[in-house]
């Protein structure tokens, strides 16, 4: 029933922008802290931002000062803002929900079908 569906997602030169949105369904999205995942070829799954159901954020310091992750509670939506990007953002990018902010990301229950972004330099 719970659906993350990803979207904005495409190729962009070093130094452009992106903007990620994820459509939830299924859920009540307001108690549910949500997340962006990224995976590169050969790598593990690793976080990049989360929002809690309070606002507060968190970021990876690889993207701190460069990503920024919103919600619209009253839209069921997530964002991400994708600035000043570089090529090693090249990666499928994942939405996820849960009802806490886990730090590992094995740990989130829900999960969108990922949208590839792909940074050229």
């Known amino acids: 029933q719970v659906q993350l569906v990803e979207s904005g997602g495409g190729s962009v030169q070093a130094g452009g922008s992106l903007r990620l949105s994820c459509a939830a369904s299924?859920?009540?999205?307001?108690?549910?802290?949500m997340g962006w995942f990224r995976q590169a070829p050969g790598k593990e799954r690793e976080g990049v931002a989360s929002?809690?159901?309070?606002?507060?954020?968190s970021y990876a310091d690889s993207v701190k000062g460069r990503f920024t992750i919103s919600r619209d509670n009253a839209k069921n939506a997530l964002y991400l803002q994708m600035n000043s990007l570089k090529p090693e953002d090249t990666a499928m990018y994942y939405c996820?929900?849960?009802?806490?902010?886990?730090?590992?990301?094995?740990?989130?229950?829900?999960w969108g079908q990922g949208t590839q972004v792909t940074v050229s330099s």
């Open positions: 996820a929900a849960d009802r806490f902010c886990y730090y590992s990301v094995y740990l989130w229950k829900y």
């Open positions: 929002i809690d159901i309070d606002g507060s954020t």
């Open positions: 299924g859920y009540t999205f307001s108690n549910y802290c």
